[in-house]
């Protein structure tokens, strides 16, 4: 089969800070990995990746979600030769349901005879006089364009074997960061984002046995299965939370318990980062939109981070949240109903304008430290992919 994957990248490669090569690399190690268990070869000419792949399909559906693929297209390979490109085009226009055209030529080997113009004018020329449709030529706005590269050889495809990629940067290249990842809907999109910058995905969860059930923690380990399938293989760090939530309970004041809590979680996902080497972390809080996520309640939970705290959806409403997690196949998974840690000890009426310094003396009564300890020290870590 002469059917080759054309692969194209984001376009902010070419912008300035990022370095081509790192990225090519990167990417192309990632397509491969992505198409394990698939018969494929990944071919360069002049620059561009094609991929041929026996399973095509199932090829075009695995590459289009690798980060940092702006565009596939599904093209013919065929000689560097004026009359084969033409009879070509014939065929690859026969295919579309159209009635305007126009070709659009890239001609990267300029020992081809005839420049980019003067191709695409004469290719237009040959489809009119032989296509069997009824064609015409309309430059602004056709309803299909079909596209010729001309390399080392020349390859030819249709604006409808174009498919649009997920985009973003190759993952891997841009650092790392520790999700907290939890059943919502918010936390498994963050770290889609996250992902889907470059950024290296690992997760944690906060689970609160017995009072949340073995279904939730399924459903936490179900969702960053899904991030997997657009990353490398991810770590979930199961991190016991019962006791540090006793002993808030029993020690501090009713409307403190959220905050308190959220500060905890903060301490040891950057305790955890710390012993792991992991730059980052990243959670899917969204400002205004429960009682903890006020600026004041932000600020406080922040208080307790060594390193970056990245909030991907800070400004994003709900309904755009959800598009996203339907997108990427998040969404019916965390709608499944369970128990949130966070909604079994709500207080009644919690604090929204909480302050740094209020809160760091009502905690003076807990013995942080080893609550923080004891609860990395029992974690279980799942590895996903
Ligand atoms: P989500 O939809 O992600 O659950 P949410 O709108 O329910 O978010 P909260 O419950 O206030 O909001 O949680 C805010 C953020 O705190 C979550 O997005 C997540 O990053 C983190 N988080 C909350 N609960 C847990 C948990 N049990 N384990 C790990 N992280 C959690
Ligand atoms: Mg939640």
């Known amino acids: 089969m002469n059917k080759l994957i054309l692969v194209k990248y984001a376009s902010e490669i070419f912008l300035k800070g ?16 992505k198409l394990k268990g698939l018969n494929f070869e990944i071919i360069m000419d002049q620059g561009r990746h094609f991929i041929k ?8 559906k695995r590459i289009r979600n690798v980060f940092g693929v702006s565009e596939v297209c599904l093209v013919t390979k065929v000689n560097r030769d004026l009359d084969v490109i033409r009879n070509e085009a014939v065929k690859c226009i026969a295919d579309v349901d159209c009635k305007t055209f126009k070709v659009i030529t890239n001609r990267a080997n300029k020992t081809f005879p005839l420049n980019s113009i ?31 590269e001309i390399r080392e050889h020349a390859y030819i495809w249709s604006s409808k074997d174009k498919i649009k990629g997920v985009g973003g940067l190759p993952y891997g290249i841009n650092g790392s960061t520790m999700l907290m990842l939890s059943g919502g809907i918010d936390s498994p999109v ?15 969860y906060y689970h609160s046995h017995p009072y949340t059930s073995e279904r939730a923690k399924d459903k936490v ?35 403190e318990l959220t905050i308190i809590m959220r500060r905890f979680m903060m301490r040891i996902a950057c305790t955890l980062s710390e012993k792991l080497g992991i730059d980052s972390i990243s959670t899917g809080e969204s400002i205004g939109q429960v009682a903890s996520q006020t600026m004041d309640g932000l600020i406080v ?27 990427i196949d998040t969404y019916e998974t965390s709608i499944l109903p369970y128990e949130d840690c966070c909604t079994i000890f709500v207080p009644k009426h919690p604090k929204t304008h909480p302050k740094v310094d209020k809160m760091r003396k009502s905690e003076e009564v807990l013995d942080i430290a080893s609550l923080v300890n004891f609860a990395i020290e029992n974690m279980e870590v799942i590895k996903l992919r």
């Open 118 to 148: 003067d191709t695409s004018r004469d290719v237009g020329g040959f489809i009119l006089h032989n296509s069997h449709k009824e064609l015409s030529v309309d430059v602004k706005n056709p309803e299909c364009a079909i596209h010729i």
């Open 18 to 33: 990022l370095n081509r090569n790192t990225f090519e690399k990167k990417l192309r190690n990632n397509i491969s990995r």
């Open 301 to 327: 939970s922040t208080d307790c981070a060594d390193r970056p705290v990245f909030r991907p959806l800070i400004a994003m409403d709900k309904e755009d949240i959800m598009n996203i997690a339907r997108e």
């Open 53 to 60: 792949v026996d399973e095509i399909e199932e090829g075009i």
């Open 190 to 204: 963050a770290g889609y984002l996250m992902a889907r910058r470059g950024v290296a995905l690992n997760c944690v």
């Open 221 to 255: 380990k179900e969702l960053a299965k899904i991030l997997a399938r657009y990353t490398e293989e991810v770590n979930l760090y199961i991190v016991p939370f019962t006791e540090i939530q006793m002993s808030i309970i029993e020690k501090c004041r009713e409307d």
